[in-house]
């Protein structure tokens, strides 16, 4: 199973508690299950106009507990896509190639997302 969030919510106005708490509740239900639970982070929108220092410390903080140990494994979609700058923002190749809008992936973002995966992560 994989999680993978976009930054709807985060725009939103949801804080960090209120996502990590519904994660910690769906890591539960599928360990229960026997089933493995990876976390994917979440990509930057830096250049969306809904962007803010707040939602990006929101997104920060999610990604930091998508890496924390508690899923079974992580994705790091966030490191694949990012320009590291300050605010990170959507490498240009991967931003929407209809329109620049800093929050959604070109079919090369997605392409890129799909060649980060570490498929050993699956072998367990």
Do not use: C
Not at 5 to 32: E, R
Not at 68 to 80: M, N, P, R, V
Not at 88 to 93: E, G, M, R, S
Not at 103 to 116: E, F, R, T, V
Request: hydrophobic residues 35%; proline residues 4%; negative net charge.
């Amino acid at each position: 199973m994989i999680v993978f969030d976009g930054v709807n919510d985060i725009g939103g106005g949801t804080s960090a508690p209120t996502i990590t708490a519904v994660y910690d509740k769906l890591i539960a239900q599928a360990h229960a299950q026997n089933l493995l639970i990876y976390g994917a982070t979440i990509t930057p929108f830096g250049g969306n106009s809904y962007y803010t220092a707040a939602h990006e410390t929101v997104r920060q903080s999610v990604n930091t507990y998508i890496k924390s140990g508690k899923f079974d494994g992580y994705l790091d979609f966030d490191a694949a896509v990012t320009d590291n700058g300050n605010p990170p923002k959507l490498q240009a190749a991967y931003d929407t190639w209809a329109e620049t809008d800093g929050l959604h992936l070109s079919p090369a973002g997605y392409q890129k997302l799909a060649d980060s995966v570490d498929l050993t992560l699956f072998t367990k």
